[in-house]
């Protein structure tokens, strides 16, 4: 993986908000969208708090980034995840044709590296890991809690 020192600054930035998450019972996940170098929009999981099962980081996050810019496209941005998208995700993320896509931990379960063909966008790239650990100690911390 190649990456920038802002990279990890937007990263920390989408740990940050998974901890937020983390403090309101939700699963731990962050989500930070960039373009040009600037905060566009950010947002934590909040399924549990709405009581809907689309309310993850990624959506919420893409959902006023394109408010932000009056468009359904995001061709320009990057989105730091600290969790890789689900497949729900992995589909908005391609009909926005987003530019690039960092996450930290990998969803083992169900993540959208689990299908073929990729369920992103053909233009979209991928940079896996930054961060990682980080976030894969606060997903452990959160599911070692709630099984208690």
Known sequence: MI????????????????????????VPVGAVLVCDGKIISKAHNQTEMLNDATAHAEMLAITSGCAHFNSKYLKDCTLYISLEPCPMCAAALYWTQIKTIFWGANDEKRGLTKFEPSLLHPSTTV????????????????????RK
């Open 3 to 26: 990456s920038k020192p802002d990279d990890a600054v937007f990263m920390q930035k989408a740990i940050q908000l998974a901890e937020i998450a983390y403090e309101k019972g939700e």
């Open 127 to 146: 940079h896996t890991g930054l961060c990682a650990i980080e976030s894969e100690l606060l997903l452990k911390r959160f599911f070692q809690e709630k």
